[in-house]
Nanobody, 127 residues
Framework: QVQLVESGGGLVQTGGSLRLSCATS????????MGWFRQAPGKEREFVAA????????FYADSVKGRFVIAREIARNTVTLQMNSLQPEDTAVYYC????????????????????WGKGSLVTVSS
């Protein structure tokens, strides 16, 4: 069973930055695509970003493109999400996910089928 543990959430002012991390103790996850979704209060969970197992292919939601960067740290079995120029509408619980078979570009339409999920990390952006 793959376990994903998110960290790095917190409170930040508008325009600030945060870096989320998703770690796993299973090296096999280095062969999985990984990514992030978020769920704001009262809203449905939505796609944020995903990256291929190789780290060469990444895909972003339009709402975060140019502000967020997803990356892999293979040696640490970790995927990170660097979030810059944060806005109040970025406030949400951010969830890490991993999947062995889907390329990043189809993750937005594959949420219910992704194999593994973390428990989430809260990001709050104050205005």
């Amino acid at each position: 069973q793959v376990q994903l543990v998110e960290s790095g959430g917190g409170l930040v002012q508008t325009g600030g930055s945060l870096r989320l991390s998703c770690a796993t103790s299973q090296p096999a996850v280095n062969n999985y695509g990984m990514g992030w979704f978020r769920q704001a209060p009262g809203k449905e969970r939505e796609f944020v970003a995903a990256i291929s197992w190789s780290g060469f292919n990444a895909f972003y939601a339009d709402s975060v493109k140019g502000r967020f960067v997803i990356a892999r740290e293979i040696a640490r079995n970790t995927v990170t999400l660097q979030m810059n120029s944060l806005q109040p509408e970025d406030t949400a619980v951010y969830y890490c996910a991993a999947d062995s078979g889907r390329r990043p570009s189809i993750w937005p339409d594959s949420m219910s089928a992704l194999e593994y999920w973390g428990k989430g990390s809260l990001v709050t952006v104050s205005s």
